[in-house]
Each structure stands twice: as structure tokens, then as C-alpha cells.
């Protein structure tokens, strides 16, 4: 029973250039969230998506970043011209129910270095 | 408004000693649960213990074991007798009714066992 499938692990993009993460969660798990973590920082929320659907983006950077969780294949983060700002470690975890009662799994993250 | 803190950044220990890791909560609400992480030099999430508000009872997993006080909003973790594999940034975080899409970490704990 795999878990939460991030790639890649690591990513390097120049600036300008167009970054995208993948997430798939676990079987039977149809809730993902995507956190990001600056460095020597915590993690901080920003969007939570069901199959096709965004269901939250407040924690969403307003410009350049999008998400989306089609019926088929991974969850997608999308950050379109790259910063230095946006280097980070972007994690994606994923829950059988809303609440996440059961716990939210993760995956190891995707380390973004923008040169 | 939801706040998890965690006042100690980073904590050393002798090998085979005891740390008790503190975490303490904000949140308005009654039904809410709390998590604590572990993320290893290697960077993946690592989940460690889940325990929703209304079960104060504390919780001994092997050399693991959590204090949970409503009283006082917190819930602290302890290491008996550590070890130093047990090296790594530690995160608490809280997920209520109103935030319910989404974990809020703390900026978590540095803890560094030494051989």
C-alpha cells in the first residue's frame, strides 16, 4: 500500500522558468492538501483540493501559482515564473475525509531550488 | 483564530537522557485535534500521534509518550531515554472546526541527541 507519491524530490529552475509538482495520493484517499515550508520554518497551508474541485486556496499565493487534482492522474501544483522567493520544500498530504480524523499522510516533499 | 506554539527552537541532549518537547495550543473551538511530526535530516513528514479534544488521556508508545492538558491548552511530548536516531525537527500541529481544511504547525523543535 504505497503513500503519498511526491516527484520530483528535488526540482531546480531558473528564474522566469515554470515549476511543476506532482502528488499522488494514497489508494483510496481522495482528499489533498499542499503545504509549503520555507526554510527554518513550519509548514503553512495553501489549497486543498477534491477530485476536480478546489475546495480551499486561502493559503494561496494570489499570482503565479494555480492547482489543480483531475479525475485521473496526480495533483498538480503549478508555479509559473519562478522566483528565488518560491524556493522551498512543497509538501503534499492527503486524507480519507474531510476532517481528517483518520490522519493525513504525506509525502517526502519536493525541494524547489530557484537559481 | 488558531495558534500553535512551540517556544523552544532547538534543544541538545546527552544520549540516554530524558526531553520533553512543549507545544501549546490556541483555538476557539471545542472539538479539535492535534498532531505531532517528526522530519528527519532526510526531510520527510513522519507522523507520530494523533488525539482529538475530547480524549485527555495520556499516551506511551515505546520510548514515546504525550501529555495532553486542556487545563492549560498543551501537548507536550517526551523521549525516554534518547537516542540518536531520534535527531530531527519536531512539529505539533492543530486542526479545528474553523480551520477545517487544513493542519496549522508550529515552527517545531530542533532536537539534537548527542552520541
Known amino acids: 500500500n504505497a503513500g503519498v507519491m511526491q516527484n520530483p524530490r528535488h526540482l531546480v529552475r531558473r528564474r522566469g522558468q515554470e515549476a511543476r509538482l506532482r502528488c499522488s495520493p494514497m489508494?483510496?484517499?481522495?482528499?489533498v492538501y499542499w503545504y509549503r515550508q520555507l526554510p527554518e520554518e513550519g509548514l503553512k497551508f495553501m489549497v486543498y483540493?477534491?477530485?476536480?474541485?478546489?475546495?480551499?486556496e486561502s493559503g494561496m499565493p494570489k499570482e503565479r501559482f494555480s492547482a489543480e487534482f483531475p479525475k485521473e492522474g496526480p495533483s498538480i501544483l503549478r508555479i509559473q515564473q519562478v522566483v528565488r522567493g518560491d524556493s522551498a520544500a512543497y509538501f503534499c498530504?492527503?486524507?480519507?475525509?474531510?476532517?481528517?480524523?483518520?490522519?493525513?499522510?504525506f509525502g517526502s516533499g519536493t525541494r524547489l531550488t530557484v537559481v | 483564530a488558531q495558534k500553535v506554539t512551540q517556544a523552544q527552537t532547538e534543544i541538545s541532549v546527552v544520549e540516554k537522557e530524558d526531553v520533553t518537547l512543549d507545544c501549546v495550543y490556541e483555538?476557539?473551538?471545542?472539538?479539535?485535534?492535534l498532531f505531532w511530526y517528526k522530519q528527519p535530516p532526510s526531510g520527510e513528514l513522519v507522523f507520530l500521534i494523533r488525539?482529538?479534544?475530547?480524549?485527555?488521556q495520556n499516551e506511551i508508545s515505546g520510548r514515546y509518550s504525550w501529555n495532553f492538558q486542556k487545563s492549560t491548552s498543551s501537548f507536550n511530548f517526551t523521549i525516554t531515554a534518547s537516542q540518536v536516531v531520534d535527531s530531527a525537527v519536531y512539529f505539533c500541529?492543530?486542526?479545528?472546526?474553523?480551520?477545517?481544511?487544513?493542519?496549522?504547525f508550529g515552527t517545531g523543535t530542533r532536537l539534537t541527541v548527542i552520541p
Open positions: 489508494k483510496g484517499h481522495s482528499h
Open positions: 488525539r482529538n479534544s475530547f480524549d485527555e
Open positions: 483540493l477534491q477530485k476536480e474541485n478546489i475546495i480551499d
Open positions: 500541529a492543530l486542526i479545528d472546526q474553523t480551520g477545517a481544511n487544513n493542519l496549522f
Open positions: 498530504a492527503s486524507s480519507k475525509n474531510r476532517e481528517g480524523n483518520y490522519g493525513y499522510t
Open positions: 483555538t476557539r473551538d471545542t472539538t479539535y485535534y
